[in-house]
């Protein structure tokens, strides 16, 4: 179902039961997959992989070309599994270079003007809400959640399960299971609520009010120190705190606390 008033480049492919409404453009080399709604004034362009039941609301522009300073005009990618929400005006940029698409994951949902910067790599069950904002390279893993006007640094990861209040400042990486928020931003709290929600186990909890304890709860302690006292604790055996060490050990702009 295309709307007349829709233009659809004749090098774009479409899926099964694909709708597209009043004054859509798709551009070439956008593949949208089986059952995408894309509901009127929104602008697709390529190369975009998009998978299927993907929605998609007024004026929203979506694999528009990066904003990075470096992209020599090579053709660069987005790359979008299923079942995503775009709300009005989000934006999401392809990759700077070929090698290396950006990438949205499935179930995800995106509020008013939430911005998806050039390289970002997203994982599954994100929401941004309202005017958040991702910079270029930035990586966010499962079930993170971002609040509204929040911004994050370019390069900066966001870990699964972590919730950013509203107008935070991101510098620094984001630890999983956390709640972060604040100008600049800091640890709070473990995201007791948030995991509760989501099913996990109280042992899982509990192990990982300890790390927080261990790691976060005395800003000034030296942070090496804290995960190796962690790690001889019977808490690090379970596989979230785990994760949790491994993120931090992994960071390259450090952890916010």
């Known amino acids: 179902?295309?709307?007349?008033?829709?233009?659809?480049?004749?090098?774009?492919?479409?899926?099964?039961?694909?709708?597209?409404?009043?004054?859509?453009?798709?551009?070439?080399?956008?593949?949208?997959?089986?059952?995408?709604?894309?509901?009127?004034?929104?602008?697709?362009?390529?190369?975009?992989?998009?998978?299927?039941?993907?929605?998609?609301?007024?004026?929203?522009?979506?694999?528009?070309?990066?904003?990075?300073?470096?992209?020599?005009?090579?053709?660069?990618?987005?790359?979008?599994?299923?079942?995503?929400?775009?709300?009005?005006?989000?934006?999401?940029?392809?990759?700077?270079?070929?090698?290396?698409?950006?990438?949205?994951?499935?179930?995800?949902?995106?509020?008013?003007?939430?911005?998806?910067?050039?390289?970002?790599?997203?994982?599954?069950?994100?929401?941004?809400?309202?005017?958040?904002?991702?910079?270029?390279?930035?990586?966010?893993?499962?079930?993170?959640?971002?609040?509204?006007?929040?911004?994050v640094h370019q390069f900066g990861r966001i870990g699964r399960h972590a919730i950013i209040g509203g107008c935070s400042k991101i510098q620094q990486d984001v630890p999983p299971y956390m709640i972060i928020d604040g100008n600049p931003a800091a640890t709070r709290g473990l995201n007791l609520v948030g995991l509760q929600r989501r099913g996990f186990p109280e042992d899982a909890i509990r192990a990982l009010k300890s790390a927080y304890k261990k790691l976060f709860l005395k800003k000034d302690a030296n942070l090496a120190l804290a995960l190796s006292s962690l790690k001889a604790t019977h808490a690090a055996s379970d596989p979230h705190v785990a994760h949790l060490i491994h993120f931090i050990e992994a960071s390259q702009r450090g952890v916010t606390r």
Not at 31 to 53: Q, R, T, Y
Not at 57 to 66: D, S, W
């Open 1 to 151: 179902m295309i709307h007349p008033t829709a233009i659809v480049s004749p090098l774009a492919k479409l899926g099964r039961d694909v709708r597209i409404g009043p004054y859509c453009l798709v551009g070439p080399h956008v593949e949208l997959g089986d059952d995408c709604v894309l509901h009127s004034h929104v602008v697709i362009e390529g190369p975009s992989k998009i998978g299927s039941a993907n929605e998609f609301h007024p004026y929203a522009l979506i694999g528009g070309k990066t904003q990075d300073l470096k992209y020599l005009g090579e053709p660069t990618c987005l790359e979008m599994g299923d079942h995503n929400v775009f709300r009005e005006n989000c934006t999401v940029h392809r990759g700077t270079t070929a090698e290396i698409p950006t990438r949205i994951g499935s179930h995800n949902y995106f509020l008013v003007a939430a911005h998806v910067a050039h390289d970002c790599q997203l994982g599954d069950h994100i929401i941004m809400s309202n005017n958040a904002t991702l910079g270029g390279h930035v990586t966010v893993e499962d079930y993170a959640i971002l609040s509204g006007l929040c911004a």
